[in-house]
């Protein structure tokens, strides 16, 4: 009976790791969505997000009651989407909706798992981009002949094996090479790596991880990375009890502060400028331009927007564009908006759009609010990745029962 006993308790703990595992790896391809990947295709990693899931929860547990007011506010955005005037296109709703989906299935792993789960597997996953960060900034600078060129739709990538991966868009007075990882850009990468830095600086408080997330932070040169960075920085000092800080750590909080914040002001000053008045300032006119088009979207449009179909987007451009602009017209008419958050109210509306914004400040995955709402607000207003499983998991935690999703202290992280 005990060796019986033995061997039942070995097979629970195996199936707990494996389904630890494939979590993870659904974890991660649902972060890979966020920002298009250089080797699969979306439909292609949505199918690998769903197999994950299946093989993490057996098919158990995927139907609950607590996801009611989830499926609610779908069924909610499938009803304004079909009377809405003008034409519906089905890949465009079949492809939100595959991403609504496989977000809901996603957060009922972790509403089994508990909140902490979330933070134990990003912590798995999260280091590796940060390297990933670095060596790329440091291969790329020092070693460019090392990389070869491809490309992708519209797009040169240079990259060794898909790993380290970075591309060019316009001039950057900086001069360095900045890592995309394994997203279109930079500005999508930072979200991930300065995630990486709150979970390090503000959650497990470990120092190596503090380090790495710090150093591939600034690697990525992102002007919205490096004002997150500051800001986590900052609010990790301020949210830190005087009585929990010994003189001697106190000492050495005030003086990472002095060292790291005038260095991150400085280089976060520099790409401001150069974006306004230097060579970059392309990147601040195409932004404003995305800005005001979209509030002048928003105003025709306020109550239920225009739905997720880019091709309506594009033929209200020569009616709602905003002309105070210096985009060439043939590039000011067949832009994409890079506005996540004026995205998210043109395309369902007010209402709506505040409902699903309020959910991700509303979030019950990770702890310090306020400074986590931040970090993906301040990133949605220059990378329209809102309807991405990742954001979309965030979300979706603040319309589940306040007592459903749990802790779980035993996954520990060093």
């Not at 060796?3 to 649902?30: G, Q």
Request: charged share 15%; aromatic share 14%.
């Amino acid at each position: 009976m005990p060796a019986e006993t033995n061997a039942n308790v070995k097979t629970f703990y195996v199936d707990r790791h494996v389904s630890i595992l494939f979590r993870r790896w659904a974890l991660l391809v649902a972060i890979l969505l966020s920002g298009g990947m250089l080797l699969f295709p979306r439909p292609l990693l949505l199918m690998l997000l769903l197999v994950f899931i299946l093989l993490a929860s057996k098919g158990n547990g995927l139907l609950r009651r607590s996801t009611a007011l989830i499926w609610g506010l779908l069924a909610m955005i499938l009803a304004i989407t079909l009377i809405r005037p003008g034409p519906v296109d089905p890949s465009s709703l079949v492809i939100r909706y595959a991403n609504f989906t496989a977000a809901l299935l996603l957060l009922c792993l972790y509403i089994k798992s508990g909140s902490d789960a979330v933070q134990s597997d990003l912590m798995s996953i999260l280091p590796w981009f940060g390297w990933q960060a670095i060596f790329t900034f440091l291969l790329a600078n020092i070693a460019p002949f090392l990389f070869i060129t491809i490309n992708i739709e519209d797009f040169q990538f240079s990259t060794i094996f898909l790993l380290f991966n970075y591309h060019e868009l316009m001039a950057d007075s900086t001069g360095f090479k900045r890592p995309n990882g394994f997203f279109y850009e930079p500005g999508v990468f930072q979200i991930y790596l300065n995630i990486y830095l709150y979970l390090s600086l503000m959650v497990y408080k470990i120092r190596r991880h503090i380090a790495i997330s710090t150093a591939a932070v600034f690697c990525t040169l992102s002007t919205t990375g490096l004002i997150i960075a500051s800001l986590i920085w900052v609010a990790s000092f301020l949210t830190t009890s005087p009585l929990q800080r010994t003189r001697k750590k106190n000492i050495m909080s005030i003086l990472l502060l002095t060292a790291i914040i005038p260095i991150l002001f400085l280089i976060t000053y520099s790409n401001v400028e150069d974006k306004f008045t230097g060579e970059m300032q392309g990147s601040a006119i195409a932004r404003q331009y995305d800005l005001f088009t979209g509030l002048n979207i928003i105003r025709e449009y306020p109550l239920l927007g225009i739905g997720f179909d880019h091709k309506r987007y594009l033929e209200l451009l020569p009616y709602a564009a905003f002309t105070d602009t210096l985009l060439s017209e043939e590039s000011a008419l067949s832009r994409s908006s890079s506005n996540g958050i004026i995205y998210l109210f043109y395309s369902l509306g007010i209402p709506l759009g505040l409902i699903i914004l309020f959910s991700i400040y509303k979030q019950k995955l990770f702890p310090h609010r306020k400074i986590f709402f931040a970090i993906i607000f301040l990133s949605l207003l220059s990378e329209a990745i809102i309807y991405t499983p990742f954001i979309l998991l965030v979300a979706y935690s603040a319309l589940v029962g306040s007592k459903k999703i749990n802790k779980n202290q035993s996954e520990r992280i060093s």
